[in-house]
């Protein structure tokens, strides 16, 4: 037998994460996830999944009893939410404007759904005047489904309007707050949200890995009635719930390190508190945002309607994309985000999202941005 070159021990350099995430770690976390693993049944790791429940809870401001993180990034919490209330044939409104309002038309489209997209340009909020008129006229759709924080361009869509319109309606309403959820303000409950699915690595500073998701009893109603069985074993949450109810039956070996290390991020969002922790948000987002401003750069995303978390820049004429960044990775330790989609070499998308939304991250990446381009 050949004896086998083995890599050497793991050692990634130390970086600032100021891209589209995932972001910065706080050492608790990092700790919580050495700390040895106990089984996905035993008696203490049930009560964690409690605690970690309850305060879900308290971050999506919501009292829905099915609120839970699922095994696997955002996208596994997007296909949840679809799979378990659209069956096929079912009609589907998604607002598009960006990357994650496609992903979310192509997931509706696979799960059979007939997608009727309320397209906006990229950088633009949609209006929920004119999402209210497309629901009125679709009144027999099953969901509609928007983004709150578009990660690809940076802006933030308004909810509030949308929801009242669906709340005495039918019709489901889903929304992506991936990038949003513990970075800035968002009430499931009073903004009549009925399913809602979030990612790890965003505000809540955790490794990717978990989508936390929470469904109203209006959504739990739909899965309860559906005609045809879930299309996803995986992800169907007539089983998970089971899991992670009274009964606990064992459905997937929960992956006990990453739900450790959720505890402690949601107890570290916690003791901060979720306005403070907005707060600390908006000055920081703001901050960047008028630094790009004084380097003469020009943001992408429509004003009035900026994320705090990301900021989207559009890269000045001259400057090498894929070249500059590379150099503020190797000679500053500083990661940003190129462009997705149509926007690729146009902008960059700059996060300052969790543990990394604080002024001094944004002042290192302005000061290299102008020892660099001047
Ligand atoms: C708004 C939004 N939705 C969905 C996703 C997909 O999440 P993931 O890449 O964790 O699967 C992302 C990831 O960046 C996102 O920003």
Known sequence: MTAMNLPGELNPSVRLLMGPGPSN?????????????????????????DEISN??????????????PMSGTGSSGMETCFVNVVEPGDKVVIGVNGVFGERMAD?????????????????RV????????????????????????ETSTGIMQP?????????????????????????????????????????????????????????????????RNRGTEVQSWYLDLNMIARYWGEERVYHHTAPVSMLYALREALRIVLEEGL?????????AGEYLQTGFG???WALFAEEGRRLPMLTSVVLPRGLEDGATRR?????????????????????????????TARKENADTLLSALREIWG
């Open 25 to 49: 770690i706080h050492w608790r976390v990092y700790r919580a996830l050495a700390t040895p693993v106990i089984g996905h049944l035993d008696p203490e790791f049930i009560v964690m999944m």
């Open 55 to 68: 305060m879900l809870r308290a971050v999506f401001q919501t009292e829905n009893r099915l609120t839970i």
């Open 107 to 123: 997931v509706a489209s696979r799960c059979g759904a007939e997608v009727v997209r309320i397209d906006e340009q990229w950088g």
């Open 126 to 149: 949609i209006d929920p005047g004119r999402i209210c008129d497309a629901l009125g006229k679709h009144s027999d759709a099953r969901l509609f489904a928007v983004v709150h924080a």
């Open 159 to 223: 909810l509030e309007e949308v929801g009242s319109f669906l709340r005495e309606r039918d019709t489901l309403f889903l929304v992506d707050t991936v990038t949003s959820l513990g970075g800035c303000e968002l009430k499931v409950d009073d903004w009549g949200i009925d399913l809602c699915y979030s990612g790890t690595q965003k505000c809540l500073s955790v490794p990717p890995g978990l989508s936390p998701v929470t469904l109203s009893d209006k959504a739990l109603e739909v899965l």
């Open 275 to 283: 306005e403070q922790r907005f707060e600390r948000h908006r000055m």
């Open 294 to 296: 004084e380097l003469g």
């Open 327 to 355: 150099r503020l990775l190797d000679e500053y330790g500083i990661e940003v985000g190129g462009g997705l989609g149509e926007t690729k070499g146009k902008i960059w998308r700059v996060g300052l999202m969790g543990e």
